[in-house]
C-alpha cells in the first residue's frame, strides 16, 4: 500500500486492472447467448525456428489465483469508467457472489521447457462458466504478456546454447556448456519482474547469471533450491578507485581476497577480472608477466574479461596474449586450451558475435573451452512480442448451444491468418508436435497439452529442474 497525497493507494495487482483499456468494452460485443469462447496463444514464426515454452506457471500463481474480491471490483471500476471504457459490474460481481471469487476459467498448456517448433500451439485457453464468455479475451493481454516474453528470451538463451555448444563439440568440451552464457541483463531490462522472469527463461538453458532476481523467481514460481551461479568478480569502480598506477595492486587484491587456495574472504576457483579499465594489451601483459606466479600460486582460474573494442578482435588479441605468457595444453580434439586463465567477453554480445568470436578463435586454433560469455541488454531486454510474432487469437466460440469457428484471414497479411475451431497440439507418432482439431485426437500418439489451471487453481504444477530437463532433451 502507498500513500500520496494523504491517499491511500493500491497496487494494480488484482486481474480486472490487467487489460488492455477496449477489452472493457468487449463484454457485450459477442453474439447474443454466447456461453463459451476458446482461444489459443502461439508463436506465428520470427527470428528462430523454434520456441522454448516458458513463464506462465509463474503468473498463474502469482496472479490468477488471487480470488476476486468487492473491493477489487469498487477499485477498478472509477479507473475504468475515468479511462471513458464501460465497466462490467454484474460479471465481476457474478464472479465474486456466484463462484467465491474463483476465475471461471480453464488453461491447458504445453510443460514448460518444451521446445516446440513456430506456428503451433502452446496453450488453450476457455471459460468454464456459460454466463462468462466475456473472461476469456478480457485475459488476453496478461495472458498473452505471461508467456511471450518469458518464451521469447528462453528461445533467446537456447539459441546461444546451440550456436556454444557447437563449437564446443568441434574443439572443446561439451559437458562445460553450462556456464559458458552469463546473465549479466538485470540493470537493463524494465522492471525488477522483468528481471526475474526473463533471467529465470535463461536459466532454463544456463547456470550462470548474475542476476539474483532471476534466481529468487526460480525458487518461488517453480521450487528451485538455487537454479543460477555466480563467482567473484571485479568492475571498473574496483579497479579504478586503486587509481591508474593501482591496476596491479587491484588484481593482487583479487587473488589475495578469493584465491582458492589463499582467499582471506572465501576461495573461488574462478575470479572474473575486468581488465580494460584502461590498456586491456597491458593488462594481458600484467596478468602474464607480474602476476604470473601470483595466479599459479593462488590456485584459482583467472577470467580476464574485456569489456570494449570489437569484440571477435580483441578475445583473440587477448588469448595470444595470454598463451604466449601462461601457455597451452592440446586438447584430444588438437585445439589450444589456456593454462591457469580464461577469458570472458560481456560486451557487444549477440548471436552473430558469440559466432565471430568462437570462429576467430578455433581458425587460430583456440578451443572455444577458453572463452565465455557475458550478455545482458540482448538477452532479456532486446526482444518484443514480434520477435517471435506472438498472438492469442479466439479459435471457436459456442452460441445457441452450437460451436462454431472463428478464425481471421486479412487479405493483406496471410502471416496472420489464425487457427479455427478446438484446436490443440498433438504429439504423432514420429515424436512430431502437430496442431489438429481435438476432434481428430486418434489420428496422434497423444496430446501434448495438460490442464494447468482450472476455475482459480493450478494444476499439474511443474518443478524446475522438469524444466530444465524439457528443454535439454533437444541436446540428446
Not at 462490467?88 to 521446445?115: C, F, H, M, S
Not at 596478468?287 to 593462488?298: C, E, M, N, R, Y
Not at 577470467?303 to 587477448?318: E, K, N, Q, T
Not at 514480434?386 to 472463428?406: E, H, N, P, Q, Y
Amino acid at each position: 500500500m502507498l500513500k500520496r497525497r494523504n491517499k491511500e493507494i493500491k497496487l494494480p495487482d488484482s486481474i480486472i486492472l490487467m487489460s488492455d483499456s477496449y477489452k472493457y468494452s468487449q463484454f457485450v460485443q459477442y453474439p447474443k447467448n454466447t456461453t463459451r469462447v476458446r482461444s489459443y496463444i502461439e508463436s506465428r514464426g520470427g527470428d528462430w525456428d523454434e520456441t522454448v515454452m516458458f513463464g506462465l506457471q509463474a503468473f498463474m500463481l502469482r496472479y490468477l489465483t488471487v480470488k476476486v474480491t468487492h473491493e477489487m471490483i469498487n477499485e477498478a471500476e472509477p479507473i475504468v469508467l475515468g479511462n471513458g471504457e464501460p465497466f462490467n459490474r454484474a460479471g465481476w460481481e457474478y464472479i465474486v457472489d456466484v463462484l467465491g471469487g474463483k476465475l471461471p476459467l480453464t488453461i491447458k498448456a504445453l510443460p514448460e521447457g518444451t521446445v516446440v517448433e513456430t506456428q503451433q500451439v502452446l496453450a488453450v485457453v476457455e471459460n468454464t462458466d456459460d454466463n462468462c464468455a466475456w473472461l476469456t479475451s478480457f485475459c488476453e493481454t496478461a495472458l498473452l504478456r505471461a508467456v511471450w516474453y518469458g518464451t521469447t528470451v528462453a528461445t533467446n538463451s537456447f539459441v546461444s546454447k546451440k550456436i556454444i555448444l557447437e563449437a564446443l563439440i568441434e574443439s572443446g568440451t561439451p559437458g562445460d556448456i553450462a556456464f559458458k552464457l552469463n546473465d549479466f541483463g538485470a540493470r537493463g531490462v524494465s522492471s525488477h519482474e522483468s528481471a526475474g522472469i526473463g533471467g529465470a527463461g535463461h536459466l532454463v538453458n544456463f547456470m550462470g547469471s548474475d542476476n539474483i532476481e532471476a534466481v529468487v523467481h526460480a525458487r518461488n514460481f517453480y521450487d528451485a533450491t538455487i537454479a543460477g551461479f555466480s563467482i567473484p568478480a571485479m568492475e571498473h569502480s574496483t579497479v579504478t578507485s586503486w587509481g591508474r598506477n593501482g591496476e596491479e595492486a587491484s588484481f593482487r587484491n583479487m587473488l589475495k581476497q578469493f584465491g582458492m587456495k589463499i582467499g582471506l574472504t572465501s576461495n573461488s576457483p574462478l575470479i572474473a577480472c575486468v581488465s580494460d579499465s584502461y590498456d586491456i594489451y597491458k593488462a594481458c601483459e600484467l596478468w602474464g608477466t607480474k602476476l604470473k606466479q601470483d595466479v599459479i600460486a593462488s590456485g584459482s582460474v583467472i577470467v580476464v574479461r574485456p569489456d570494449s573494442g570489437y569484440p571477435a578482435d580483441v578475445v583473440l588479441d587477448c588469448l595470444k596474449i595470454l598463451a604466449k605468457h601462461f601457455g597451452t595444453v592440446r586438447n584430444e580434439k588438437g585445439f589450444k586450451v589456456l593454462n591457469n586463465v580464461r577469458v570472458i567477453q560481456g560486451d557487444g554480445i549477440d548471436h552473430d558475435m558469440i559466432r565471430s568470436i568462437l570462429n576467430i578463435a578455433t581458425i587460430n586454433g583456440f578451443s572455444a573451452d577458453n572463452i565465455a560469455f557475458g550478455q545482458g541488454g540482448a538477452l532479456l531486454q532486446q526482444v518484443n512480442r514480434d520477435t517471435l510474432r506472438f498472438a492469442m487469437k479466439c479459435s471457436a466460440l459456442k452460441a445457441d448451444g452450437v460451436w462454431i469457428d472463428v478464425f481471421k484471414d486479412p487479405i493483406t497479411d496471410k502471416g496472420k491468418v489464425s487457427k479455427k475451431g478446438a484446436v490443440t497440439l498433438f504429439r504423432d507418432y514420429d515424436g512430431k508436435f502437430v496442431s489438429d482439431l481435438e476432434a481428430n485426437a486418434a489420428q496422434y500418439i497423444e496430446e501434448a497439452l495438460i490442464t494447468v489451471f482450472e476455475n482459480g487453481e493450478t494444476m499439474n504444477e511443474i518443478y524446475w529442474e522438469d524444466v530444465v530437463a524439457n528443454a535439454a532433451k533437444y541436446f540428446q
